[in-house]
């Protein structure tokens, strides 16, 4: 029953089950002094007799203890919900953890709370939104019920029949797919106007109508139906069927909704092919590569036959884009795709990796010698001028070549194997082939080095901070800086993160080099605000490995506080693939790091495996566009769109927009089209010391940028 209503205010009923009269009184206290009110709360001692109260008077809420004479633990909520399932409860325990509340979630709880969190304002703050939030679901449904009513009737195939089964009335949209008249179906049986088969089985199906005659029930028409057309042709349709009521309650007949699905199947297998294929060059993805990588190490394992990877990225490609322009550096790169596919067999597989990298799949090959020669003919072949719009055009290729089950056994170690080779012939010169070796492993000796150096370097000081201005891409005016850490290594001079960052996670020395770089980071930024330059948040980019810590929160309140920074100026930068690791724990992390005042950015945003559904559970104010899509903008292929897509999703959820990797005026033009708002990378300045950054912030960027 709805709340009920006194001079004009709703009056919340509270159905209050609990033999603590403490926690009654408690609860009646808060309940009777919140501005959430009024709430008119009945308090019964046992289950039995909040059953017998329920039932009869019905209640907006419910809350309930966990403990009592006559019925105990979630059995308890679970006795109620059996009764009021669409009720929202609330359990009450003496001691509640992580898993309780979590087991009281999924058995349709709404909450548990401890005793604790009787006296405050909670207790009635979550009443009253639990049920206004009961109200606006069944408004909700009532409306949901009504529009999904109209809409199947809207332009949809419409039959009715009688008791029996006989057809009482037909629109025009179902004369239109059954091929009969509505005079001619009109007295004929169902069965003999909608005459259903199973697509797969080919088996007659009993038509939906029949069955809810019988049972007075809504149903759904089997999936993989054909509907066999009065001239034998055949249409795939879906169907929905529901019983007609008269006055009283009695079922008089039924009626049937359907409609033509062929158009939506053929989209539905447009989209698998797009989703596993390249839309420029109709190659298979990264997607569908590594599946076929996949089954093809099973195979070769049952077969004991051999397998190789290839990875190709082609050499001087820039070079056409930039003088041919973009359109013509799509055509040469379809005209590619199709001599990779002429140089291999039929059983191999050809991929576009993005942007002029291509992968290619040897599956069975005799020996490693096979793929010597396969890659020699794609370098013959690619070096043959290629025609595009009546120039001929030159390309060679640097290809690196992984061999299963000697440089991995799966298929992401594979293509890391390639990837690797492939720099190793690039750095050579390009136009040549690289197997992956065991001396390219000399970098598991660099490792042991730099992770030896490492501990050296906190304590000798050997870290500095270089910080990257954030721009806002319309004024040009300078918003923030993201502080980039750099290692001068007394033996190796600068050295780059790519270089050490992983080597540091995997040994856990990226937790003290973390809160080195937030402390310094936050020090600095109270440094440029006490010398008069213009406030302006810093971003600090957060590991996986910190995130993860138990004392993380603790150790960014003691820095946040020990170095006086104001808590709003500071942005934690966190990939999408940290937070989707444990995405409850990650929400929650997020919510404490909001709490202490700080801005949170997703980095490389649209890189990860996240899907979007989530993205909404994380307190995220900031996405930061992977520079890998802000250099498809002119890098030929996508041409952008994969940007424009992500920046019209994050404007649309309302968050800020950051384009990482900004190079080039036509980047900056395509991103203000876009509405993107702020932006950075080396067309604005490249990361440069706390000196340096204090210049640019006292004197602003060139005019040509900021104009």
């Known amino acids: 029953m709805p709340a009920i209503t006194v001079e004009g205010d709703t009056v919340n009923r509270v159905l209050l089950i609990t033999d603590d009269a403490t926690h009654a009184r408690t609860i009646q206290d808060a309940l009777g002094a919140s501005r959430h009110g009024p709430f008119d709360v009945t308090w019964v001692m046992t289950l039995v007799a909040g059953i017998e109260l329920l039932v009869p008077a019905g209640a907006d809420a419910i809350m309930v203890s966990l403990s009592l004479p006559d019925s105990g633990g979630l059995s308890s909520l679970d006795r109620l919900i059996g009764i009021a399932p669409n009720m929202p409860i609330v359990a009450i325990s003496a001691v509640v953890d992580e898993d309780l509340e979590a087991e009281t979630i999924r058995r349709g709880g709404r909450a548990c709370l401890a005793p604790s969190d009787l006296s405050t304002g909670l207790v009635a703050q979550l009443l009253y939104d639990i049920i206004r939030q009961r109200s606006l679901d069944h408004l909700h449904q009532t409306e949901m019920a009504r529009a999904a009513i109209v809409l199947n009737a809207i332009g949809d195939a419409v039959i009715s029949t009688d008791m029996q089964g006989h057809i009482d009335y037909m629109n025009a949209a179902a004369e239109g797919l059954t091929g009969w008249l509505r005079e001619d179906a009109e007295g004929q049986p169902i069965d003999q106007v909608m005459q259903i088969v199973n697509g797969t089985t080919r088996r007659r199906e009993e038509s939906p109508i029949g069955m809810v005659l019988r049972s007075g029930k809504p149903a759904d028409l089997a999936p993989d139906a054909f509907l066999i057309r009065r001239d034998g042709t055949e249409i795939p349709i879906e169907d929905s069927v529901s ?89 040469f790169l379809q005209s590619v795709a199709r001599r990779l596919t002429d140089a291999v067999r039929k059983s191999d597989t050809v991929s576009r990796r993005g942007g002029d990298e291509f992968l290619i799949l040897l599956s069975e090959i005799k020996d490693a010698e096979n793929a010597a020669a396969i890659a020699e003919k794609i370098i013959a072949s690619l070096k043959l001028p290629h025609m595009i719009r009546g120039t001929e055009a030159y390309v060679t290729v640097s290809i690196g070549i992984s061999i299963c089950p000697t440089d991995g056994s799966d298929p992401e170690k594979l293509i890391k194997s390639a990837d690797t080779a492939m720099y190793y012939a690039k750095a050579a010169g390009g136009d040549r082939y690289q197997f992956f070796g065991a001396e390219m492993n000399v ?264 104009e």
């Open 243 to 331: 019983p007609i009521n008269d006055w009283s309650g009695q079922i008089v007949g039924a009626v049937l909704v359907f409609h033509d699905v062929g158009a939506a199947q053929a989209m539905a297998r447009k989209m698998t092919y797009l989703a596993q294929y390249d839309f420029l060059t109709d190659l298979p993805n990264r997607v569908l590569l590594n599946d076929r990588i996949a089954q093809a190490i099973k195979t070769s394992q049952r077969n004991n036959a051999t397998i190789a990877v290839m990875f190709l990225d082609l050499d001087g490609f820039k070079h056409i884009n930039d003088s041919l322009g973009h359109e013509s550096g799509d055509r």
């Open 443 to 706: 970098r598991a000796v660099e490792r042991h080095f730099i992770e030896g150096h490492l501990r050296q370097a906190l304590d000798r000081g050997e870290f500095v901070l270089h910080y990257q201005p954030i721009v806002n891409l319309h004024s040009g005016r300078i918003t923030g800086a993201e502080a980039l850490l750099r290692w001068k290594s007394s033996e190796r001079g600068l050295v780059f993160p790519p270089d050490f960052i992983a080597i540091a996670e995997d040994s856990g020395l990226i937790v003290p080099i973390g809160q080195w770089v937030l402390r310094e980071a936050c020090t600095q930024a109270r440094r440029w605000c006490n010398a008069g330059l213009p406030r302006m948040s810093i971003a600090v980019n957060i590991s996986a490995v910190e995130f993860r810590r138990r004392d993380f929160l603790d150790g960014v309140r003691s820095i946040v506080q020990g170095t006086g920074i104001d808590p709003h100026l500071l942005q934690f930068e966190i990939t999408e693939s940290v937070l989707m690791q444990d995405v409850r724990a990650g929400a929650a992390i997020l919510a404490d790091l909001k709490s202490l005042g700080l801005r949170i950015a997703l980095d490389d945003f649209g890189t990860g495996y996240s899907s979007l559904s989530y993205l909404n559970q994380f307190p995220i104010d900031i996405l930061k566009i992977d520079k890998s899509f802000v250099q498809d903008i002119d890098a030929g292929s996508e041409n952008g769109i994969i940007a424009s897509a992500v920046i019209g999703m994050g404007n649309s959820l309302r968050k800020g927009i950051v384009a990482e990797g900004v190079e080039n005026i036509s980047q900056l033009d395509f991103l203000n089209g876009l509405h993107c708002a702020e932006g950075q990378g080396f067309l604005f300045s490249h990361p440069v010391p706390a000196e340096a950054f204090a210049g640019l912030l006292a004197n602003g960027l060139p005019e040509r940028i900021a």
